[in-house]
């Protein structure tokens, strides 16, 4: 079945550490995304793909860094830079960047130890 | 800044009731307007798109879009305890990225 996987569903970081968030796509979608949601409200995005090897930040970049070397993968790294990372991270996709709905992952729930 | 404002709620109705849930948008170019239901610790799913002034229908679910005054609204007929939910309005914002901006959402309770 086609979808998009996102790993792990839970993550820990340590103060100082980076840490990555995977994103995976078997829908050969064009665009991807990745959006931050905190308690009681909506989603902010972070990074956007339109194709391979190309990003855009989103309203809220700072912190966060991503990368698109192939078109199935969005991979999110969270920089120590980001000081307040405890969040719900979801990676999205659409077939194109015009007008279309996302289809989204399950999420991962970030915390700080 | 284009934003996408909804009442954050709650919204409780009654078993049965109908359930208006609103949203406005302050930029004039958007041109694709989409409702998703969000429960507690999931991932959102699309429940409506809609592209054209006007109503459409699916099933209990109905979306209403109105361009001129800049609100797009969602009505849930027969709403039942399983539609307990947070419903989020999502604009794709026009100037040529389309990329899709979300308000923070409301949250509905329907109480049997």
């Known amino acids: 079945d086609g979808g998009i996987t996102q790993s792990p569903k839970y993550l820990f970081r340590k103060e100082g550490q980076n840490v990555t968030l995977s994103c995976e796509q078997n829908?050969?979608?064009?665009?991807m995304y990745w959006y931050r949601q905190d308690p009681g409200q909506g989603l902010r995005l972070i990074y956007y793909s339109q194709i391979v090897n190309d990003f855009q930040k989103g309203d809220i970049a700072e912190g966060y860094s991503v990368s698109r070397e192939k078109k199935e993968s969005f991979p999110l790294t969270v920089t120590s830079a980001q000081k307040n990372p405890t969040a719900f991270y979801l990676c999205?996709?659409?077939?194109?960047?015009?007008?279309?709905?996302?289809?989204f992952g399950s999420g991962t729930q970030l915390s700080v130890l | 800044q284009k934003e996408v404002e909804q009442n954050s709620g709650p919204l409780s109705v009654p078993e049965g009731a109908i359930a208006s849930l609103n949203c406005t948008y302050s930029?004039?170019?958007?041109?694709?307007f989409f409702w998703y239901r969000q429960y507690s610790g999931k991932s959102p799913e699309l429940i409506m798109s809609i592209y054209s002034n006007g109503d459409k229908e699916d099933g209990r679910f109905t979306a209403q879009l109105n361009k001129a005054s800049q609100y797009v609204s969602l009505l849930i007929r027969d709403s039942q305890p399983s539609d307990s939910a947070t419903y989020l309005c999502?604009?794709?914002?026009?100037?040529?990225?389309?990329?899709?901006?979300f308000g923070r959402g409301t949250s509905l309770i329907v109480h049997p």
């Open positions: 930029d004039r170019g958007s041109q694709s």
């Open positions: 999205a996709s659409s077939p194109g960047l015009a007008n279309e709905k996302l289809f």
């Open positions: 829908l050969n979608h064009d665009a």
């Open positions: 999502a604009v794709n914002i026009g100037g040529g990225s389309y990329i899709p901006t």
